[in-house]
């Protein structure tokens, strides 16, 4: 039961635009998302994330946008540069004490086109 | 600060051996957790460690163990392993199982 869901494998963007990757949930208890991003040979590196109290989150060239009655949220990158060429993740976790554990999804490998 | 180590970097190994895999957290992290990574499934969670004790196990057979010293270093164990357990591993840190967790390179095993 895969209860976060990235359902485009892959995505392609030019050079400069907006790069849009989408995440849905299923289980009505997360209330905290993560999106990481991860290099061939590395780790997932964090990203950004969103408390399930807000809608919005911006970090430079990186906004998280959640809509918790559709249960999916979404990362924006604009401008999109070479070097976002990556797999992300998206992973959420509820903040109930005793179960923090991070549920992933099968990832997007995002490649930008110079 | 130096980042979450794992060892092996890479690993073969035949279908019924066993094998050990490594972690070692940022230094002052007491959680560390482990997930598996196949492609098309994503990260599947294993386990979670805070002060030597499991807090928390995914959806994994038996043959998955792990432990918890009290340096916070962790191993995992997977016996009699089968060609489907041939994935990338991968150990996360945090300060504790709330906060942000920071990853490891990964140990690639391969299983023939």
Same mark, same amino acid.
């Given at each position: 039961?895969?209860?976060?869901?990235?359902?485009? /494998?892959?995505?392609?963007?030019?050079?400069?635009?907006?790069?849009?990757?989408?995440?849905?949930?299923?289980?009505?208890?997360?209330?905290?998302?993560?999106?990481?991003?991860?290099?061939? %040979?590395?780790? /997932?590196?964090? =990203?950004?994330?969103?408390?399930?109290?807000?809608?919005?989150?911006?970090?430079?060239?990186?906004?998280?946008?959640?809509?918790?009655?559709?249960?999916?949220?979404?990362?924006?990158?604009? /401008?999109?540069?070479?070097?976002?060429?990556?797999?992300?993740?998206?992973?959420?976790?509820? @903040?109930? *004490?005793?179960?923090?554990?991070?549920?992933?999804?099968?990832?997007?490998?995002?490649?930008?086109?110079? | 600060?130096?980042?979450?180590?794992?060892?092996?970097?890479?690993?073969?190994?035949?279908?019924?051996?066993?094998?050990? =895999?490594?972690?070692?957290?940022?230094?002052?992290?007491? !959680?560390?957790?482990?997930?598996?990574?196949?492609?098309?499934?994503? =990260?599947?969670?294993? *386990?979670?460690? *805070?002060?030597?004790?499991?807090?928390?196990?995914?959806?994994?057979?038996?043959?998955? !163990?792990?432990?918890?010293? !009290?340096?916070?270093?962790?191993?995992?164990?997977?016996?009699?392993?089968?060609?489907?357990? !041939? %994935?990338?591993?991968?150990?996360?840190?945090?300060?504790? /199982?709330?906060?942000?967790?920071?990853?490891?390179?990964?140990? @690639?095993?391969?299983?023939?």
């Amino acid at each position: 039961d895969q209860q976060v869901k990235q359902n485009s /494998p892959s995505l392609s963007v030019q050079e400069g635009r907006i790069s849009i990757l989408n995440c849905d949930y299923t289980n009505s208890m997360f209330d905290y998302f993560l999106w990481y991003k991860k290099y061939p %040979a590395e780790g /997932p590196t964090f =990203l950004i994330s969103i408390s399930s109290i807000k809608d919005k989150n911006e970090d430079g060239r990186f906004t998280v946008f959640l809509n918790k009655s559709a249960k999916h949220l979404s990362l924006h990158i604009v /401008p999109s540069q070479p070097g976002d060429s990556a797999v992300y993740f998206c992973a959420a976790r509820t @903040r109930n *004490f005793g179960n923090e554990k991070l549920t992933f999804g099968t990832g997007t490998r995002l490649t930008i086109i110079p | 600060k130096a980042g979450v180590t794992q060892t092996p970097r890479y690993l073969i190994k035949t279908r019924g051996q066993q094998v050990t =895999l490594s972690c070692s957290p940022i230094s002052g992290h007491r !959680s560390v957790s482990w997930y598996q990574q196949t492609p098309g499934q994503g =990260l599947q969670f294993l *386990f979670e460690y *805070f002060s030597e004790t499991q807090r928390n196990k995914g959806n994994f057979p038996g043959r998955f !163990s792990g432990r918890q010293f !009290s340096n916070s270093r962790s191993e995992m164990n997977v016996s009699t392993l089968e060609l489907g357990d !041939s %994935a990338l591993y991968l150990c996360a840190s945090s300060l504790d /199982p709330a906060q942000e967790q920071f990853f490891g390179p990964g140990t @690639r095993l391969t299983v023939l």
